[in-house]
């Protein structure tokens, strides 16, 4: 069963490292590489500019973790812990949105990142996800499981909205808040649908949109693209292995909570 | 009464209130009007009626994105309602390393839909794993045109689907399992009933609102297929581009100089009708939870 899911990953990364000289076409490949070597890695980067697609799709992931880190925060908090008019108007319109798959807005998502100069720009590709829906009801619900009687008691002491946030929000919503940036991180890097409408221009690509171009324009060698997808690939598997502890508590409790 | 000041908690909500003006309510606005207009990539954007639909009636390969839409899910359904379950009981058993397996399963989860795809794009392909070991076995004798056939293209995305969809619904089940209470198996197997039988009685019921969420969830998903089809089948859609999915088209007809904005906007209301059967259920599920 693990085998099954783990062993396409190594296979790909065991032809990444073959050399030109062994044949992976053959009936019986070995796993190993005869001569394990980084020169496909090397001449993936002259045939497309992968590192610089990398260094693309780390600009849009940056852009959307933040956003959703802060945005989502700040309005979770504001819709859980203080009262105002039109909060109500307001949460219903943000579960609303959850109904909608994505694809269906997708082309006058478009039409308005065009409208805005942003089409064929790293900046375009970001902005609609910096600040997801989705990620302001769970930073909401996350709010909320904090008891009642610690705000009580911060009011009474004459804490500001602010403090409020900083010192009984923040430490309280730290598991919900790593889900939360962790997805975020790995949607923006994944993400190929909306880069691949929005970027035109080979030179802007992010690193799904460059591995397809690479694949469609150069397919000849599969060790290439064997390297170019351990490129996009290991990033993430390392990310999430160091941070999958948070991550598998953060689900856990949102389970527990929500 | 508050205390804060009045202001305090818009401009807290100021940030995604515009997101979601802009880049949700603007957006959904936007598709109804685009769709009856000849909106182009390139200028166009009169009022056309209902004439894209018109053209939606006669549109071969949406008929046959629709087809593929409906395999697509009917294939998908029973397999990622169910084997996640049984993954999830397997590995919800406190045995050392579990940490290591749910990592191990979650890693397709994480990897893009393209880097997915293009690694069994090479096991796959004429001349990859699959096909060189079948034959070097002699089960086959030439190579089977799971890339390049018009209906095996469509199962090995499936597949690929399934096999990356494991791993997130399988931690939406471990977190259900959690709260299926110990002592009910307990009791069945004092009372002499099997695994399988304890699983039908015991398992079931008690997942049986997340299985119907996640039935729900994965139906919509299946509706919604793009990376694989595309990245599979070179962008090209397969054979005679019958391979489409229903966002493919979207995609295909939202760029470039034979793009049609209008169209995909038309086509991206088709998309919605499809899908709201499944998020009808959901938001039915939702109400009778709370």
């Known amino acids: ?258 | 009464m508050t205390h804060h000041r009045w202001f305090t908690p818009w401009l807290l909500v100021a940030p995604a209130a515009v997101w979601l003006c802009v880049f949700s309510v603007f957006p959904s606005i936007n598709t109804l009007v685009l769709a009856f207009t000849n909106a182009k990539p390139l200028g166009g954007g009169h009022f056309t009626g209902l004439a894209n639909f018109g053209r939606a009636l006669d549109d071969d390969q949406l008929a046959d994105a629709l087809v593929n839409s409906i395999v697509y899910m009917l294939v998908c359904l029973p397999l990622l309602t169910l084997l996640p379950l049984l993954i999830a009981i397997l590995v919800e058993k406190k045995l050392p390393g579990i940490m290591f397996f749910r990592t191990a399963f979650y890693t397709p989860v994480v990897a893009s839909a393209v880097v997915v795809a293009l690694i069994w794009g090479w096991l796959l392909d004429d001349r990859g794993l699959v096909n060189g070991f079948a034959q070097w076995l002699g089960v086959i004798a030439a190579p089977v045109p799971f890339l390049t056939d018009r209906w095996l293209l469509l199962f090995s995305a499936i597949s690929l689907t399934i096999w990356k969809g494991l791993g997130y619904y399988m931690i939406i089940y471990l977190s259900a399992l959690g709260n299926v209470r110990r002592e009910l198996h307990e009791a069945a197997a004092v009372d002499g009933a099997g695994p399988v039988r304890r699983f039908w009685s015991v398992t079931v019921p008690g997942v049986r609102n997340t299985m119907l969420l996640i039935s729900v969830l994965v139906s919509v998903s299946a509706l919604r297929v793009f990376s694989e089809l595309y990245v599979l089948s070179n962008g090209t859609g397969g054979p005679g581009g019958r391979d489409m999915s229903l966002v493919m088209l979207i995609q295909l007809y939202s760029r470039g100089f034979t793009g049609h904005l209008g169209y995909a906007s038309a086509l991206s209301l088709v998309l919605l009708v499809v899908t709201i059967g499944p998020m009808l259920l959901l938001l039915r599920l939702n109400r009778k939870a709370a």
């Open chain 1, 1 to 258: 069963m693990l085998a099954l899911t783990v062993s396409p990953f190594l296979w790909q990364l065991s032809t990444s490292l073959k050399s030109v000289q062994e044949d992976i076409y053959t009936r019986t490949p070995s796993f190993l590489p005869e001569q394990p070597t980084l020169a496909n890695y090397a001449e993936v980067a002259e045939t497309v500019p992968v590192w610089s697609y990398a260094a693309n799709s780390l600009v849009v992931a940056a852009i959307v973790v933040a956003g959703n880190a802060v945005g989502a925060t700040i309005a979770g908090f504001a819709l859980a812990k203080l009262r105002f008019r039109g909060a109500k108007l307001l949460l219903g319109l943000f579960l609303a949105t959850l109904v909608l798959p994505g694809e269906v807005t997708i082309v006058s998502q478009y039409v308005t990142v065009r409208s805005l100069g942003l089409a064929d720009t790293l900046l375009g590709v970001a902005l609609p996800g910096a600040i997801g829906m989705l990620n302001v009801l769970l930073m909401r619900t996350a709010f909320q499981a904090i008891p009642r009687e610690m705000d009580e008691a911060a009011i009474i002491d004459g804490a500001t909205a602010w403090q409020r946030l900083r010192h009984i929000g923040l430490p309280n919503v730290r598991g919900m808040l790593s889900v939360v940036t962790i997805f975020a991180f790995i949607g923006a890097w994944d993400d190929f649908l909306w880069p691949l409408i929005v970027l035109t221009d080979p030179a802007n690509y992010t690193l799904t949109v460059g591995l397809q171009y690479l694949n469609g324009t150069f397919s000849a060698n599969p060790r290439l693209i064997a390297a170019g997808t351990m490129i996009s690939f290991l990033p993430i598997v390392i990310v999430f292995a160091a941070l999958q502890r948070f991550f598998f508590k953060g689900v856990e409790e949102g389970a527990i909570k929500g």
